[in-house]
């Protein structure tokens, strides 16, 4: 099929021009607005001739992101195995739903789950979902815990909903993501469920402050959100001190291990994780850190009987219950890709040894462009990785803090894509290496782009 062959021929362009295109995007909605139709075509265009104007749209406005230079937000590029495998989900258009509706993707799915439990070190019986992102993926283990932590209270939270139900409070890390608190929003229990843990600078909650927020309200139906690598320092929490807190008064443990989780596929790198295999869920995602393409979160539950009464339905036209999972009992969606395959290609292409070697690699990668840039004249490390992520901040010769016109320009030049955020009130850079393919040169070439940079605006 020509279509085919004009798409594998721009995704190959675009692979092989990582090294030398500018990381951030230049082009302006004007350039990618141009070869497309300015309304809806009356009559069909050829299907080679779309393939080439959708290229011809998105060229100026695709950015480095699945290359080596881009360490804005927590992103990273796409394994071989999973970027191709990816590809042929699409080919296959298989509606991964049931096992009766594609047998491939429920078996797959089944393999994928198993070894991503072995990857993570989690129990070996744990529940999953394969989801869009880690966002669904607190939805989807939230559920779970709103079902059952509402289940000791006696109600049936899937029947009556939260109409009159015993109130659900959720005490959560201060640090915790955006995403938490969207994810409890959709499930009716709203942000202000929220009571936040201080978790000072540290990032980390303290046992005691722990201990004192459960003491409040004892008998309350409780949820707790802890951080395995939160987005600005990577910290993560003391599972093995706070968990059995938890659990003494009757908590549920969910965990945002986003991207941090993978830390427990590297035995170096697992004892700053350690006990998190003793939260009840964990919502973690593959499109970061396992580098599958993007479109893969996946939620994971110790207690597979309250996942899926939280997602599981049941219709007349459905043939569900045969010797092979279905996913769609754990999953908040009806339709959906086998999205399961190109994290099975990631787990399989990388291996024990491959992922730990990769989760490592980053990390020591983030070191040294933390190292090296912080090193610069009018620069200050804030935070020097204890994972993948970094912060840093920089002045002005007068003392200014002029971290955003660093960020600015350097993304500005090309050569690397980073992003800024804030710590303690002042704006700082933000470092963050997910991708298999970030090299030594790619280091190297980061730091003096942002020794350009910094020497140009001091
Ligand atoms: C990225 C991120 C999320 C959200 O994940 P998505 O896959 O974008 O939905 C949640 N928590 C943390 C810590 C993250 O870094």
Known sequence: METLDIAFAEVRRYLASLDTRPVASRGTPAEMRAPLPTTFPERGIPASDVVRAIAAAADPGLTGSAGGRFFAWVKGGALPAALATDIMCSGWDQNAVLASTSPAGAVLEEVAGQFLLDALRLPSDASYAFVTGCQMAHATALAAARHAVLARKGWDVEAKGLQGAPVIRVLANAHHHSSVTRALRLLGLGSECIIPLDAGRTGMVAPDVLRQALAQEPQAATIVVLNAGDLNIGACDDFAALCPIAHAAGAWVHVDGAFGLWANASPRLA????????????????????????????????????????????????????????????????????????????????????????????????????????????????????????????????GTNISDAVIAAINAGGEAFVSGGSWDGERVMRISVCGWNTNADDVARTVVAAGEAVSRLR
């Open 271 to 398: 004892p700053l994780v350690k006990g998190v295999e003793l939260a009840d869920s964990w919502a973690t995602d593959g499109h970061k850190w396992l580098n599958t393409p993007y479109d893969c979160g996946m939620a994971i539950t110790r207690d597979a009987v309250a996942h899926s009464a939280a997602m599981r339905m049941t219709a007349e036209y459905l043939t569900s219950g045969g010797p092979v999972r279905d996913p769609m009992d754990f999953t908040p969606e009806w339709s959906r890709r086998a999205r399961a395959l190109p994290a099975l290609a990631a787990l399989m292409e990388l291996g024990r040894e491959g992922l730990a070697a990769m989760i490592e690699r980053c990390c020591d990668h983030a070191a040294a462009i933390f190292d090296g840039i912080a090193d610069l004249p009018g620069a200050t490390g804030i935070a020097r990785p204890t994972m993948n992520q970094g912060l840093i901040r920089f002045e002005a010769v007068d």
